[in-house]
């Protein structure tokens, strides 16, 4: 298959560098000047830098070209920027199935990245998301990862599925895409309080309850936006949450551990160099739940915390004095 991955950060260099040894692999990027450095190099210096680029991964600065005979256009960019993706493609001509990979809601609409596409995508375009617990880094490394790809198109989802599975890469086909889109995203605003939690030596308890509750309030925004259960508890929503609740990879957890020392999210962000999710998902999470009266109370102190500056102490004492209630009267 004729495979176009559009943005070579360190998602998009990872599942590239991942397929490209059973596909026809193109990774495109925006910056002709890191094209020419990832040609020289053969690695993407900037986000993954300790990974050798296979020979046969195809590398262009060429938009054009790029999309010639595609099959299948995997997008990589973050959800603030997939609009302006999935515009630049249709302006192309796109005559393929998309994929995206990002994990959030858009800045300022609180669309999930379906919905934009949605309003984009010419009709009859075959398109879904794929998601689940997958660290580029462990990706690019070829260390087993799980993954799921949903898709209202029961026959896209499983022929696209099926061809990204490999030995190393185990793609599951999903028709649940709310539930798949929501865990992924809302998952990353419960790192960044783990991260907290974690940062301040509140010990292993504490983050098991915070990951459990925190699945409880992803389930029930996730239910309310039409997702299944069974989604929310699978690879793309527990399992995920789990990954960058624990793992010291993610870059949302990164951004809880530095708030626990006392940062400032400006600080942490032009420290941390890569996109975080949760620092903007927070912000929708917030919207939405006010909106949809869905009781989340973790989202909200993360909220409070990155854009009222509240204190880390004073979400943490918030988060525990709140008055006890049975566990399942969700
Ligand atoms: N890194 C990871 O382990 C995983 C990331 N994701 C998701 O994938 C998405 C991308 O994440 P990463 O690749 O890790 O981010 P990154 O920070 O490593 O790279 C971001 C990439 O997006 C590009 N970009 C930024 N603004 C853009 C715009 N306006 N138009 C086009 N491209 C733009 C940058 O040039 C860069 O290539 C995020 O939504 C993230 O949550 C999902 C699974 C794993
Ligand atoms: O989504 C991810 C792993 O599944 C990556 O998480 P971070 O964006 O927090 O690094």
Known sequence: MNITVMGAGAWGTALAI???GQHRVTLWARDAAQVAAMRASRCNVRYLPDVLLPDSLQ???????SLAGAELVILSAPTAALRESLLRLVRADLACGVIWLCKGFEPETSLLPHQVAEKILPPGTPYGVLSGPSFALEVAQGLPTALVLASDDESFSQRTAQALHHSRLRVYASRDVVGVEVGGAVKNVMAIAAGVCDGMRLGNNARAALMTRGLAEISRLGLKLGGCSETLSGLSGAGDLILTCTGDLSRNRRVGLMLAQGKTLDEILQQLGHVAEGVYAAR?????????SVDMPISAAVYHVLYDHVPVAQMVASLLNRTASLEFSQ
Do not use: G, H, N, Q
């Not at 590398?59 to 070209?65: E, K």
């Open 284 to 292: 929708e999470v917030y919207s939405l739940a006010a909106r949809l």
């Open 18 to 20: 991942s397929l490209a």
């Open 59 to 65: 590398l262009s600065d060429d938009f054009a070209a």
